[in-house]
């Protein structure tokens, strides 16, 4: 060991005369402690809800949707076979997307229909985690009805509802809601038109975790839903899985030069652009709020240091005249400073880590569903930005030491031992 480092360590071991130094250096660590720990949960709390929601909505929406600039795409199957044979497609399904109203006994609401392929959803889309318990083919449909149990002739067909839209209808499973279509219809004598209206049969609930879409959506079959709408064979788009979801936008590119101009497509990102740049700033303000936080520790570990400086002036002189350089001085109420930094951001660390297990493993922070996009608060630690609190700390700690080790190496050993 360096005699410069086995001074640094003694200097921290105060004697029982100089325990205020020792107190203040106790505060300074748990000070970068304290910072390393609120940036880390933080920070793991922000990727964690970027993380859970993006699972959330991929989990309900395709990577790329599809679609022709005439509204209505028919020979759908034509065009799936296209896109398939696109490279790095993986699977596709048609889809039909309309906003209708929903009446159960005096209760109504608004809500989105889709239109899906009992069969071919499953592989785009992983609608079966959100309706728990449901098989998708109690849809109906005739492409379904060859695989799924039959129901009694004249039944009507099932739909699966939001959770939260069910509890507002007051429908659930077993019960029976009209769909009113704002297509079709009758004529009145005084030219008005009667909206279309349809029996369902509610099968199963969505529970996808988000609240805005729990209480929108319904799911019918494809069948159904061009029935109701009066599309014919036609359905609004083509929904499309990919292999690698950070590569739509390439992707979608190729997929036109596919298709041609007569159709458009728009893929996750660009329908949540709003959502996640929003949740990526916010993460880098609240990355920059909590380095203050670390600020206010280096100027402790600068008090601390220049307190030792004062405390050690007669030991800096003998040591200068026993042959010790400058920048020796400087290094050994450097190495004080780095310590103290070294032991804070350590500490910090597991202890951040601690609390982002507990917060992962009992969920005992409870969010409103309303209001937030998820009920638990989430928890993802990366080691990247591990890495990034663990360097700011260590170089806010370093640059504290400066300033006092400059002073302290700059000590006229004459003037600090004339008078002893």
Same mark, same amino acid.
């Given at each position: 060991?360096?005699?410069?480092?086995?001074?640094?360590?003694?200097?921290?071991?105060?004697?029982?005369?100089?325990?205020?130094?020792?107190?203040?250096?106790?505060?300074?660590?748990?000070?970068?402690?304290?910072?390393?720990?609120?940036?880390?949960?933080?920070?793991?709390?922000?990727?964690?809800?970027?993380?859970?929601?993006?699972?959330?909505?991929?989990?309900?929406?395709?990577?790329?949707?599809?679609?022709?600039?005439?509204?209505?795409?028919?020979?759908?199957?034509?065009?799936?076979?296209?896109?398939?044979? *696109?490279?790095?497609?993986?699977?596709?399904?048609?889809?039909?997307?309309?906003?209708?109203? /929903?009446?159960?006994?005096?209760?109504?609401?608004?809500?989105?229909?889709?239109?899906?392929?009992?069969?071919?959803?499953?592989?785009?889309?992983?609608?079966?985690?959100?309706?728990?318990?449901?098989?998708?083919?109690?849809?109906?449909?005739?492409?379904?009805?060859?695989?799924?149990?039959?129901?009694?002739?004249?039944?009507?067909?099932?739909?699966?509802?939001?959770?939260?839209?069910?509890?507002?209808?007051?429908?659930?499973?077993?019960?029976?809601?009209? *769909?009113?279509?704002?297509?079709?219809?009758?004529?009145?004598?005084?030219?008005?038109?009667?909206?279309?209206?349809?029996?369902?049969?509610? $099968?199963?609930?969505?529970?996808?975790?988000?609240?805005?879409?729990?209480? %929108?959506?319904?799911?019918? %079959?494809?069948?159904?839903?061009?029935?109701?709408?009066?599309?014919?064979?036609? $359905?609004?788009?083509?929904?499309?899985?990919?292999?690698?979801?950070?590569?739509?936008?390439?992707?979608?590119? %190729?997929?036109?030069?596919?298709?041609?101009?007569?159709?458009?497509?728009?893929?996750?990102?660009?329908?949540?652009?709003?959502?996640?740049?929003?949740?990526?700033?916010?993460?880098?303000?609240?990355?920059?709020?909590? $380095?203050?936080?670390?600020?206010?520790?280096?100027?402790?570990?600068?008090?601390?240091?220049?307190?030792?400086?004062?405390?050690?002036?007669?030991?800096?002189?003998? /040591?200068?005249?026993?042959?010790?350089?400058?920048?020796?001085?400087?290094?050994?109420?450097?190495?004080?400073?780095?310590?103290?930094? *070294?032991?804070?951001?350590?500490?910090?660390?597991?202890?951040?880590?601690?609390?982002?297990?507990?917060?992962?493993?009992?969920?005992?922070?409870?969010?409103?569903?309303?209001?937030?996009?998820?009920?638990?608060?989430?928890?993802?630690?990366?080691?990247?930005? *591990?890495?990034?609190?663990?360097?700011?700390?260590?170089?806010? %700690?370093?640059?504290?030491?400066?300033?006092?080790?400059?002073?302290?190496?700059?000590?006229?050993?004459?003037?600090?031992?004339?008078?002893?």
């Amino acid at each position: 060991m360096s005699f410069e480092r086995f001074i640094s360590f003694r200097y921290l071991r105060a004697k029982r005369k100089q325990a205020f130094i020792s107190i203040i250096t106790f505060i300074s660590i748990a000070g970068v402690m304290l910072g390393v720990m609120a940036m880390m949960v933080v920070l793991a709390v922000m990727t964690g809800f970027g993380t859970d929601i993006k699972s959330k909505i991929l989990g309900t929406n395709a990577h790329i949707r599809v679609m022709s600039r005439s509204g209505e795409l028919g020979q759908y199957e034509e065009v799936m076979k296209k896109i398939e044979a *696109v490279e790095g497609v993986t699977a596709t399904a048609p889809f039909i997307h309309s906003q209708i109203m /929903l009446r159960c006994g005096s209760q109504v609401s608004g809500a989105i229909l889709r239109g899906i392929d009992p069969l071919r959803a499953g592989r785009v889309v992983d609608l079966e985690k959100s309706v728990k318990g449901t098989d998708l083919r109690a849809l109906g449909g005739a492409t379904s009805f060859h695989t799924h149990k039959k129901e009694r002739p004249g039944a009507p067909p099932g739909i699966i509802l939001g959770k939260e839209l069910s509890r507002l209808l007051m429908a659930y499973p077993g019960d029976e809601v009209y *769909v009113v279509s704002p297509f079709g219809g009758s004529l009145t004598p005084f030219g008005g038109r009667i909206p279309y209206m349809k029996k369902f049969k509610v $099968v199963g609930l969505f529970d996808s975790g988000m609240y805005d879409y729990d209480t %929108s959506f319904s799911y019918v %079959s494809i069948e159904s839903a061009q029935g109701l709408l009066k599309l014919g064979k036609s $359905v609004h788009g083509i929904e499309v899985k990919v292999d690698d979801i950070y590569s739509v936008d390439k992707i979608s590119k %190729s997929i036109l030069e596919r298709l041609g101009h007569a159709y458009w497509t728009q893929d996750w990102m660009q329908m949540n652009k709003n959502f996640f740049s929003a949740l990526k700033l916010e993460k880098a303000v609240m990355f920059i709020i909590l $380095v203050l936080i670390i600020l206010v520790a280096a100027f402790n570990i600068i008090s601390t240091l220049i307190m030792m400086v004062m405390e050690k002036n007669k030991d800096i002189a003998i /040591l200068k005249s026993m042959g010790a350089s400058s920048k020796s001085i400087m290094k050994i109420f450097m190495l004080n400073g780095l310590i103290i930094g *070294v032991v804070g951001t350590t500490l910090g660390i597991i202890g951040g880590s601690v609390v982002c297990f507990l917060l992962k493993r009992y969920e005992f922070v409870k969010l409103p569903s309303d209001v937030y996009y998820i009920s638990t608060l989430p928890v993802k630690v990366q080691m990247g930005d *591990v890495a990034l609190i663990a360097l700011c700390a260590l170089a806010i %700690s370093f640059l504290a030491t400066i300033y006092p080790s400059y002073q302290a190496s700059r000590l006229d050993p004459a003037a600090a031992i004339r008078y002893e």
